[in-house]
C-alpha cells in the first residue's frame, strides 16, 4: 500500500477498515473523487427513521401528556430517539465506507451548522434528523442550497430561538406588543456565511432578524403546516424593505430572507471564511493562505459549488504534506478504533466514550461547533480518556489479534519502526492494540 492512501484515509477519511489498507481496491485519492462525482453519502436508517417534524410532534405531544395525566413514570421517546440515530451510523455507515470523505465533510458541515441537544427536547429529538434532512442531500451541492436547507429546518430555528421572533409592526407584534430575536441572523452572519469581522454592523444584524420574522415551525395541529414543520407566518413578519451590507431587499415576505442568504452565500467574505474553515479542518490547524485562496477563488468562480470546491481541496499538493498536522478529535479518534477492530458498542456507551474525551455527541458548547485546532484536544485530561477509551475498544476486539499484525495492517507505511517495537513488546495482544490506538500515527492525521 503506497503512503498517500495510508495518509489519505487518515486525513480526509474515517481511518482503516478491519480488513486494512490492502483491502482497498484503489488509490485512496481517486476514490475520494469517485465519492465527490457519485455526489452522494449514505442515508442512517436508509429512510426507516422517522422525520424531524415526526420527532418534534411526538415529543410534543409526549409532553403535553404527561402534563395533563401527571404521570411521570412514562418513558421519554427523546433518549430513544438519539440512540435509534447512533445505532444507525455506528454501527452501519460509518463503519462500511471504504475511504469516508463524504462522512467527514457531514461532520465538518455539522459542526459549522451547529445545534445541541441540551437546548430542548424539540431539538434534543430531531438532531439527527436534521442531519439527515439539512446536511446530508446537500454535501455535494452547492452552498447555497445547504445554506437554506440548514437555516428553514425547524431544528435550528428552534435551536436559535427564531421561532417565536416577532416583528413589532407585524399583526402580532402591534396586537401583543412582541419584538424580534437576533439569535439567528446574527449567527448566520458571523458563523454560517461571512465571519466575524468580515464588516457586517449591527444595523445589518438588525435589519435581517427583521427579515427573519415569520420563518418559525409549526406548533399546533391546526396550523397551516403539519406539526413540527417550517412554516412561515406572514402575521409575524416585519413589513418593509431591508438594507444588508448596502444592499437593499424588497419587501417580499419568506423569499426577502431568502434571497439575503442566496447573496451572502455568494459573498467574498463567505467563500474565504468557509475555504479557511475547510482548509483548517483537514490540512493544518494554521492552513496555507496558497490553498485557502485557491479555495475561495474556485467558490466564486463556481456559484459556491461544493463539490468544485472539495476537488481543489484534494488535488492541491498543500494537501498532501507527508508530516501529520491535525490531532484526530476523538469522534474521529473513536470511530477509526470501531473500524479498525468492526467493534460495535452499545448507544450508551459510545454516548459515555465521547462525552469522556470531551466532545459529547451533538453536544458543542456553542453555536460555533467544537473547536477545529490540535490544542483544544491536546490535554493531559483528553489523552487520559483517549486512553482508558482505547482500552476499552481494545478488550473487545477478536482475542486472536496479534497487534505486530494489526498496526502494519491498519496504519501501512505511515507505521514506523519505534511504534512497532513499542507494540511488540506489550504485555498482552490487547494491550499492544491499545498502544497501537494511542501511536502517533494514529492519533494524529
Not at 426507516?48 to 401527571?70: C, G, H, M, N, V
Not at 490487547?430 to 498502544?435: A, E, F, T
Request: aromatic residues 8%; hydrophobic residues 40%.
Amino acid at each position: 500500500m503506497d503512503f498517500e492512501s495510508a495518509l489519505a484515509l487518515s486525513r480526509f477519511g474515517l481511518g482503516s477498515t478491519v480488513a486494512g489498507l490492502e483491502a482497498l481496491p484503489g488509490p485512496a485519492r481517486d476514490m475520494i473523487h469517485d465519492e465527490i462525482d457519485r455526489g452522494r453519502v449514505a442515508m442512517p436508517g436508509q429512510g426507516r427513521l422517522p422525520t424531524s417534524s415526526q420527532l418534534i410532534a411526538e415529543a410534543a405531544e409526549f409532553f403535553r401528556s404527561r402534563k395533563a395525566s401527571s404521570d411521570d413514570k412514562t418513558v421519554s421517546p427523546v433518549s430513544a430517539a438519539l440512540d435509534a440515530e447512533i445505532t444507525a451510523r455506528y454501527h452501519d455507515v460509518l463503519m462500511t465506507a471504504p475511504v469516508g470523505f463524504g462522512e467527514r465533510l457531514v461532520m465538518f458541515w455539522m459542526n459549522h451548522f451547529a445545534v445541541s441537544v441540551d437546548k430542548g427536547s424539540s431539538v434534543h429529538i430531531s438532531t439527527g434528523a436534521y442531519e439527515r434532512e439539512a446536511i446530508r442531500p446537500y454535501v455535494y451541492g452547492r452552498f447555497t442550497d445547504l445554506l437554506l436547507a440548514v437555516e428553514t429546518h425547524p431544528t435550528m430555528l428552534y435551536y436559535l430561538d427564531n421561532v417565536a421572533s416577532t416583528g413589532p409592526n407585524s399583526k402580532v407584534g402591534q396586537s401583543m406588543g412582541r419584538d424580534i430575536n437576533e439569535n439567528l441572523a446574527r449567527e448566520i452572519l458571523e458563523l454560517h456565511t461571512l465571519g466575524v469581522d468580515s464588516g457586517y454592523s449591527q444595523a445589518d444584524v438588525t435589519a435581517f432578524a427583521q427579515a427573519l420574522t415569520g420563518w418559525s415551525a409549526s406548533r399546533r395541529a391546526h396550523d397551516k403546516a403539519p406539526v413540527g414543520e417550517f412554516t412561515f407566518r406572514d402575521n409575524q413578519h416585519e413589513p418593509g424593505e431591508k438594507t444588508i451590507l448596502g444592499e437593499s431587499y424588497r419587501e417580499d415576505g419568506f423569499f426577502q430572507a431568502a434571497d439575503i442568504m442566496v447573496g451572502l452565500s455568494r459573498h467574498p467574505a463567505t467563500a474565504k471564511h468557509i475555504s479557511t474553515k475547510l482548509a483548517r479542518h483537514f490540512v493544518a490547524d494554521d492552513p496555507p493562505g496558497s490553498l485557502v485562496n485557491r479555495l475561495a477563488e474556485t467558490w466564486m468562480a463556481t456559484d459556491a459549488d461544493l463539490p468544485s470546491v472539495y476537488a481543489i481541496l484534494i488535488d492541491s499538493e498543500e494537501s498532501w504534506v507527508p508530516a501529520p498536522a491535525k490531532l484526530r478529535t476523538p469522534q474521529e479518534h473513536l470511530i477509526a478504533m470501531l473500524r479498525a477492530t468492526d467493534t460495535r458498542l452499545a448507544p450508551g456507551l459510545i454516548k459515555r466514550a465521547l462525552t469522556a474525551m470531551g466532545q459529547p455527541l451533538w453536544k458543542p458548547p456553542g453555536p460555533n461547533g467544537f473547536p477545529d485546532i490540535s490544542a483544544a484536544w491536546l490535554t493531559p485530561e483528553g489523552l487520559s480518556a483517549r486512553m482508558e477509551v482505547a482500552a476499552l475498544v481494545a478488550a473487545r476486539t477478536a482475542r486472536d489479534t496479534d497487534p505486530r499484525e494489526f498496526a502494519p495492517a491498519i496504519l501501512g507505511p505511515r507505521l514506523n519502526d519505534t511504534t512497532l517495537d513499542a507494540i511488540a513488546r506489550a504485555d498482552t495482544l490487547r494491550q499492544g492494540i491499545s498502544l497501537a490506538f494511542m501511536a502517533p500515527e494514529f492519533i494524529r492525521r
